[in-house]
């Protein structure tokens, strides 16, 4: 597989990690005609609205047309040589090395949501540690009725739905993993991130079409809507569907009769006891929660800690640039921060306008000047507090001082609302760590670390930004867009 080196993953890890004390990060030059940190309320610079050419380079004007020559694609695809797949896949990797920055400034500008210089980080991420055809090993069994051997085929052509909070990364990681498995992709892309999508879905194509892969093997739709993305999931031509998002779309993948990978909401929580390195842990989840301004969906969405290890927790967040809010300052965000609260313990509705702001546009709204140094606001709440029981997607969290590391675990499963996604723990004991693995049942636990180290970044493991939790493959790869199939040969081929 294509890794990062060591010496890439450790300056994602200094990337992440070195944030804490400056205020826009080391990807991002002084002079960048994009200015400093992103994710700001003021209206973002206009992206350059292109005629959209239809048709030769993956985009075309309905369902129809995607599905058709992505069918085409695949027939041809399946005519040709698993390294041929392996010269597409590397063409890919290499082509978003070099344009992944500029997809994430587009996806920065067009969404308004996160941080630059995170985007970027983030397509680095999927363009380097997405595993391509080597996560199809095949299972071969041998015994005195002969040989069996398993391999994984692809479906055809994919349907893949794809979200607005990482919109080019899940672009890119969708496409290493569908084509390595032999696959076609139609993608529906998220409305509001539509010309970045689009982009992406381009540049893949030009980059599969210079090592002479077939045309349009992934194709989208040029104007994506909620009735285009029904069509793509209803259309008898599509085989597979990959849905990446909220509660609506897992939804209606998973009603639409067809087999479908969902990848659901999370709400990850943290948890702190007195037994964890506790300035360590402050940086890290002011690092997790942090990063793109919290529109992840593994980051850190709410924090319970030992009473022991509160003050000390809430202080190393303050140092690694977090602001602590008063009591006072959350009772008037939370006016900003809501559009509706339905009460203790219910999500309650997210103003939009602030989902992927920095801390400093949020925290004007209430008088607050904070300098872009900022990553994170946090504030400690009552456990019942509705931003605890809230996807929030924003840089603001919720932390909850308990009684001892047993209620704690407790707490953090039950405000995870059983989506079983990502989840957290900062110890040193053992037992309560291993408590928490057990009790939490989520794709994803990150011990001592940020919840990102989970994809890869500044931790072992391959990355996948399509993390299907509610039909079970977790972290997806080219096998869970594969099919098994078997071929016996009884009573020869064994060798011994
Ligand atoms: P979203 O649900 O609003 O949109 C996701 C995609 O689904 C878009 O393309 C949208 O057009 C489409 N869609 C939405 N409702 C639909 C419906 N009823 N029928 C057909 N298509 C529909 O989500 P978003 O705001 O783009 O992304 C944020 C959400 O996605 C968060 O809840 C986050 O946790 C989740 N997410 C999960 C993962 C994961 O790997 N599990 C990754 C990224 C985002």
Not at 75 to 94: D, P, Q, T
Not at 432 to 452: E, G, H, W
Request: glycine share 10%; hydrophobic share 40%.
């Amino acid at each position: 597989m294509n890794r990062l080196s060591d010496q890439q993953v450790e300056q994602i890890a200094r990337e992440l990690a070195g944030r804490l004390g400056r205020g826009t990060s080391p990807t991002l030059p002084a002079s960048s005609p994009y200015g400093s940190a992103g994710g700001s309320a003021a209206p973002l610079p206009v992206f350059p609205v292109t005629s959209l050419p239809v048709g030769g380079d993956g985009v075309f004007e309905t369902v129809d047309q995607c599905v058709a020559a992505a069918r085409r694609a695949f027939n041809e695809l399946a005519g040709m040589s698993l390294s041929k797949r392996e010269e597409i896949i590397a063409a890919y990797r290499a082509a978003m090395r070099e344009q992944g920055a500029d997809l994430a400034r587009q996806a920065w500008q067009e969404t308004g949501l996160g941080r630059y210089e995170d985007k970027v980080i983030k397509n680095r991420l999927v363009t380097d540690k997405t595993p391509g055809t080597e996560a199809l090993k095949p299972d071969a069994t041998s015994g005195d009725h002969g040989l069996t051997l398993t391999e994984w085929a692809p479906f055809g052509v994919i349907g893949a739905i794809t979200p607005t909070t990482n919109p080019t990364s899940t672009v890119i990681c969708n496409t290493i993993g569908m084509v390595a498995a032999g696959n076609a992709v139609v993608f529906n892309a998220h409305p509001s991130a539509r010309r970045s999508s689009l982009a992406t879905v381009r540049a893949l194509n030009a980059a599969a079409a210079s090592v002479g892969a077939p045309p349009n093997l992934v194709t989208a739709v040029a104007q994506p809507t909620i009735e285009s993305a029904t069509q793509v999931m209803t259309h008898k031509g599509i085989n597979l569907l990959v849905v990446t998002g909220g509660p609506g779309v897992v939804k209606a993948a998973m009603q639409s009769g067809k087999r479908a990978v969902c990848a659901g909401p999370g709400n990850p929580p943290a948890v702190v006891d007195e037994t964890a390195d506790l300035a360590k842990a402050g940086r890290d989840i002011v690092t997790g929660a942090g990063f793109d301004n919290n529109v992840i969906c593994v980051d850190e969405k709410q924090c319970f800690v030992t009473a022991p290890a509160a003050d000390k927790l809430l202080e190393s967040m303050r140092a690694a640039n977090a602001y602590i809010a008063t009591q006072a300052e959350m009772r008037r965000l939370e006016k900003h921060i809501f559009s509706e609260i339905r009460g203790p313990r219910q999500h309650g509705t997210i103003n939009k306008d602030l989902v992927g702001k920095n801390p400093e546009v949020i925290l004007a709204l209430i008088g607050v000047k904070v300098g872009p140094e900022c990553r994170l606001i946090a504030c400690e709440v009552a456990e019942d507090h509705p931003l605890v029981w809230s996807e929030q997607l924003m840089p603001v969290l919720p932390v909850v001082r308990v009684g001892n590391v047993a209620r704690a675990i407790e707490l953090a499963r039950e405000s995870e609302h059983g989506f079983g996604h990502s989840a957290s723990m900062h110890s040193r004991d053992i037992d309560a760590l291993s408590r928490m693995a057990r009790v939490i049942n989520t794709s994803i636990f990150v011990k001592n670390a940020p919840i990102v180290a989970g994809l890869g970044a500044g931790g072992e493991g391959f990355t996948s930004f399509t993390i299907a939790s509610p039909t079970g493959e977790g972290l997806t790869t080219a096998r869970s867009f594969s099919r098994q199939r078997r071929c016996v040969m009884v009573d020869h081929f064994r060798i011994v």
